[in-house]
């Protein structure tokens, strides 16, 4: 069973890396459930699972379940289970679950959202103000000078404040925008936001690109500091991530291979599993069953009537 301080290296590394992942904790067990109280996993929006939350016939459906509240950005409250005559409280997600253990689990998931990964390009004391700014507020700040940036340095997650101010901007921005990152702002006034993107136009980068860019940023506060304006940009920045303004920041759904396996229902435990290779085929007159395990697989080899006249009922 994974430590709890590893767990934590686990979640440090996903954030530096900018992966959205959910915390699986197991809030109630039944006995002979293997999950245990407190019981802490974390998901990854791609299907890796670590720590320790249930058996063989838990983590599947966690797993699935974690992926798509990844994806919605919901949080909610699962019951793994036996559900035969059961009445749960409202809100709660029901899996049917009845392998041979015969216990049951409420897990609670919880999508963690990546730090918001800022790259300020520039040198000026406002620059580096909303670099330390930002980093107070948890996200993970970057700051580099003109010439040292390139595309290479930020992702479709990524988002980029152009804050060279007259040193370079043109050529950043078009660096900036060629990367499409969530979202690409650039500090200027009106004249000079316009006649940048002019001139990044002329050199052949497509306007559906410099279209993304957001020009003046900041809230309007009139003749002030070099630190306010780094607050005003900071919070039009934390605005429009709340209003959902970082399109990137979501990982797409043909990143999630386990979202896209078809579901099945085991007709020995009524149990959805993924239908794949992984989850125990079984073919009967033509049809292909899959199974939460191989004692549900062999019993319905052993009897295949018994079972699928209870599913037709």
Known sequence: MIEPDELADVARDLESRGEAYAVATVVWRQAPSSGQLGG?????ADGRLHGWIGGACAEPSVIRAAQRLITAGESALLYLG?????LLPEGVTAIPMSCQSEGALQIYVEPAKPAVHLVV?????????L???????GWRAELMTGPEFTAADVDPRSVVMVA???????????????AMPAYLGLVASHKRGRAVLGYVAEQGIPQ??????????????????HREIAVSIL?????????????????QRTELPLLETPDAVDPVCHMTVPADDAHFPYEHEGTTYH?????CRDAFAEDPARFLTVTEA
């Not at 802490?40 to 990854?44: D, E, G, L, P």
């Not at 060279?164 to 060629?178: F, I, L, M, W």
């Open 82 to 86: 036996a559900t035969d005559d059961l």
């Open 121 to 129: 390009v520039g040198h000026s004391p406002m620059a580096r103000v």
């Open 164 to 178: 060279t101010q007259g040193h370079g901007d043109e050529d950043v921005v078009k660096h900036a925008a060629s």
């Open 291 to 295: 199974f939460c395990c191989v004692g």
């Open 131 to 137: 670099t330390e700014l930002a980093t107070a507020v």
């Open 235 to 251: 919070a039009e920045l934390v605005k429009v991530r709340a209003a959902g303004g970082f399109a990137g920041e979501q990982p």
């Open 208 to 225: 559906h690109l410099l279209d993304r860019v957001s020009t003046p940023v900041g809230i309007d506060l009139g003749p002030t500091t």
């Open 40 to 44: 802490r996993a974390i998901v990854t």
